[in-house]
T-cell receptor, first 112, second 114 residues
Framework: NAGVTQTPKFQVLKTGQSMTLQCAQD?????MSWYRQDPGMGLRLIHY???????DQGEVPNGYNVSRSTTEDFPLRLLSAAPSQTSVYFC???????????FGEGSWLTVV | KQEVTQIPAALSVPEGENLVLNCSFT??????LQWFRQDPGKGLTSLLL?????REQTSGRLNASLDKSSGRSTLYIAASQPGDSATYLC?????????????FGAGTQVVVTP
């Protein structure tokens, strides 16, 4: 089972560049989310979605954009990359509110 | 704001010893609590999910307890093995938050020595 798949695994960007982190899940989960993980700060929620066409902001949404056109995909866009966005990004999905959450393997992003 | 704390930050034990990992949270109005395992360079793997109405959950050598009134959860790993070496994180969802708004602790890094 593929589960939650994230691409790319590693990326280096220059300040001001834009890019999209891809996330796909094959479990037909309605709920998907993006987190970033930084040393000493744990995981913080960026954006989340409760279904196709529905997205909402999390704890640290500034500088990021999302859309959910299909159940399977939930891409995260960096509009104008900044060094403060250097982090590890995780996509997650779940069947429902009381269910186990599944994470992708992460995308390591460095902004120089 | 929900604060989630995991103590200790790091732990080293010899193989065969039982592991006890602690997670505390400040807001007792939680919907559920999950324990995750994270290996270096990898994503998070869910170990146990405890609903607010439950006191504990068990899976194999793992047992997690939940005491909402005191704001604490404990993950027990019996008879530790070198393969248990990883970082363990707990995450809490408050009843007032939407499903995706988990509050994570910073994790406990565990090393099990042969």
């Amino acid at each position: 089972n593929a589960g939650v798949t994230q691409t790319p695994k590693f990326q280096v960007l220059k300040t001001g560049q834009s890019m999209t982190l891809q996330c796909a899940q094959d479990m037909n989960h309605e709920y998907m989310s993006w987190y970033r993980q930084d040393p000493g700060m744990g995981l913080r929620l960026i954006h989340y979605s409760v279904g196709a066409g529905i997205t909402d902001q999390g704890e640290v949404p500034n500088g990021y954009n999302v859309s959910r056109s299909t159940t399977e995909d939930f891409p995260l866009r960096l509009l104008s990359a900044a060094p403060s966005q250097t982090s590890v990004y995780f996509c997650a999905s779940t069947r429902g509110q009381g269910n186990t959450i599944y994470f992708g393997e992460g995308s390591w992003l460095t902004v120089v | 704001k929900q604060e989630v704390t995991q103590i200790p930050a790091a732990l080293s034990v010899p193989e065969g010893e039982n592991l006890v990992l602690n997670c505390s949270f400040t807001d007792s109005a939680i919907y559920n609590l999950q324990w995750f395992r994270q290996d270096p360079g990898k994503g998070l793997t869910s170990l146990l999910l405890i609903q607010s109405s439950q006191r504990e959950q068990t899976s194999g050598r793992l047992n997690a307890s939940l005491d909402k009134s005191s704001g604490r959860s404990t993950l027990y790993i019996a008879a530790s093995q070198p393969g248990d070496s990883a970082t363990y994180l707990c995450a809490v969802r408050r009843t007032t938050d939407s499903w995706g708004k988990l509050q994570f602790g910073a994790g406990t890094q565990v090393v099990v020595t042969p």
